[in-house]
């Protein structure tokens, strides 16, 4: 048996607690899955193969899988020849942490909104500095898509999704990216069914234009766009959607 190869740093938790060896048995395959040496989608070596090489009982293995399932970076696949698969957390999970933190908090999707609308103007003229070529198509395709049929909700939804994320990425922070996309989906989650056929063209518009000013790398003109969005979407969701935005956060599995 090798046993558990972890540095004096790798012994204690943030808070100076001993970490149990199933922490340290799972902090050592989760670096190895977020740093390619487990490609995602592959599956991990069996419960005898990594008592072996981590000199562990097989509780403790069974305990590090489960810490490792629970912040999505296995999928346990039941049935002969499953076991545990690599895969990489999504960003529902990061809102469900947050969920939970914010109704601590007594927050409500008021405040979301509120947060989400403030950073938005920044990340569009962050993005007006680098986006790219392949990221401007996409959004077009995505606001053409949009405006053919604005009728299907379904296609607004996942094309508005993915002229958001576009944006998010290419404002080129990776951190600010993780915020901004866990923000949206909170709010998403949070609103109605469907929203109005005048609403969903006046965005795809509103859209446009910040997408105009994107593509001649303007970002004093993107912010500002952006600016006029994010204001008349928050005059929508007070007016039409107070009722919803004024309930607390609530956390569920």
């Known amino acids: 048996m090798t046993g558990v190869s972890v540095g004096t740093s790798d012994r204690t938790s943030a808070s100076g607690r001993p970490k149990k060896m199933s922490e340290r048995v799972a902090n050592v395959i989760a670096d190895r899955i977020l740093g390619g040496g487990i490609d995602v989608g592959a599956r991990l070596p069996t419960e005898k193969d990594m008592m072996a090489e981590y000199g562990v009982a097989r509780t403790t293995v069974r305990e590090a899988l489960r810490l490792l399932e629970s912040r999505g970076l296995i999928t346990i696949k039941p049935g002969v020849g499953g076991g545990p698969i690599a895969a990489r957390p999504k960003y529902e999970s990061l809102g469900n942490t947050l969920k939970l933190f914010l109704q601590v908090e007594g927050a409500t999707i008021s405040d979301v909104i509120d947060l989400r609308l403030t950073l938005e103007p920044v990340v569009a003229r962050q993005a007006a500095e680098g986006i790219s070529p392949d990221q401007l198509e996409v959004m077009q395709a995505a606001l053409d898509s949009m405006r053919a049929d604005p009728r299907n909700y379904d296609n607004f939804q ?22 901004m996309e866990t923000l949206w989906l909170l709010v998403r989650d949070a609103e109605p069914d469907e929203h109005p056929l005048t609403t969903r063209r006046a965005a795809i518009e509103a ?7 994107l593509t001649q790398g303007d970002a004093d003109a993107a912010g500002e766009a952006m600016t006029e969005f994010v204001t008349d979407t928050a005059r929508y969701y007070r007016r039409w959607l107070g009722r919803i935005i004024a309930q607390p956060v609530h956390w569920q599995l």
């Not at 859209?207 to 000013?213: F, G, M, P, T, V």
């Open 158 to 179: 996942t094309q508005n999704a993915l002229f958001q994320t576009t944006l998010y990425r290419a404002a080129g922070n990776a951190a600010f990216r993780i915020v």
């Open 207 to 213: 859209q446009q234009k910040i997408l105009d000013a």
